[in-house]
């Protein structure tokens, strides 16, 4: 586990522990309905935090803190009088869980998006040699077009000249 792991553990246990004390003074006149949400955003914090194992054992420790400190009788461990606390420990469980499936599958998400974006820079950058590539080649077709006119022009030129040299140089022997 990484350091930055382990700070990550010890803020969100030290976030169960501060819950658990700020509640246990006023535990007789709290209403028992709002006492398991202060704990779950603390599991669905730590799951969006560090995972499906900090997720997990955030549930138990807040489950366990809160049944031990917030519940009638106070102070005993799992107090199987009330089923509805075993729902709160599903829900604490289902919180975790999910919120850190969702999560991994963000995480894919945007580690698609970012081959995808690098993909895509890719594709530019060769579109773009390739674009250049083709403006050379027709520069280079345009000067060879430029070439052929002027041997062209340059041929025809010389030949009229010479045509008329020509001829009068088969006429001279005539003569």
């Given amino acids: 586990m990484t350091a930055r792991n382990v700070g990550r553990w010890a803020l969100w246990f030290g976030m169960v522990v501060l819950v658990t004390v700020v509640l246990v003074p006023v535990r007789s006149e709290a209403d028992q309905g709002y006492i398991p949400l202060a704990y779950l955003l603390i599991v669905l914090g730590g799951s969006l ?3 499906r194992l900090l997720g997990f054992a955030l ?7 809160m049944d031990y400190f917030l519940q009638m009788p106070y102070n005993r461990v799992l107090n199987f ?3 509805a606390d075993f729902v709160t420990l599903i829900a604490f469980y289902a919180v975790a869980g999910v919120v850190s499936r969702l999560l991994d599958t963000a995480r894919d998400e945007r580690d698609l998006a970012v ?3 690098a993909e895509v820079t890719a594709l530019s950058e060769e579109r773009a ?3 250049a590539e083709v403006e050379h080649v027709a520069a280079l077709r345009e000067a060879a077009r430029l070439k052929d ?7 025809h030129d010389l030949r009229t ?3 008329t040299i020509k ?3 088969q006429e001279e022997p005539d003569r």
């Fill in 81 to 83: 009088g009330r089923p």
């Fill in 49 to 51: 935090g560090a995972g």
């Fill in 59 to 65: 549930a138990t420790v807040s489950f366990l803190a």
């Fill in 129 to 131: 040699r390739l674009v």
């Fill in 161 to 163: 000249p010479l045509t």
């Fill in 167 to 169: 001829a009068l140089a």
């Fill in 149 to 155: 006119f002027v041997l062209t022009s340059v041929s």
């Fill in 115 to 117: 081959r995808r974006a």
